[in-house]
């Protein structure tokens, strides 16, 4: 069965292996924020998979990215709380550090050029 029809199905005409990628299916889609810019996006989402291609129960080396600020992600789950939480693979730089001043200048840069233009 392909996972959409597992998700579709009445859970009583399932195998005990399909209930199992059902349960699974439904923890991948469930959204969580982004750390980086706070909008929610789910592990399915965040792999750029559709759900019948997403592997859900087979071992697999994903990579996840936010969809909205393409910043890539792992997921963690923790001890109590939440079945899984975004957290960045590559860390914000430290505020002083002179990628993310670059970064700040040319975005002010950006903005007074487009500002500029609508006026």
Known sequence: ???????????????????????????????????????????????????????????HEATFHCPHCKRQLTYVVPFMGPSYLWRLAQPLPPLESPQLIDAIEEQREYERRVGKRTE
């Open 1 to 59: 069965m392909k996972n959409s029809e597992i998700l579709s199905a009445l859970p009583q005409t399932l195998t005990n292996i399909e209930r199992q990628t059902r349960f699974i299916l439904g923890i991948a889609q469930e959204r969580r924020e982004c750390p980086a810019c706070q909008q929610p996006c789910s592990q399915i989402e965040a792999s750029g998979l559709s759900v019948d291609d997403y592997p859900a129960g087979k071992s």
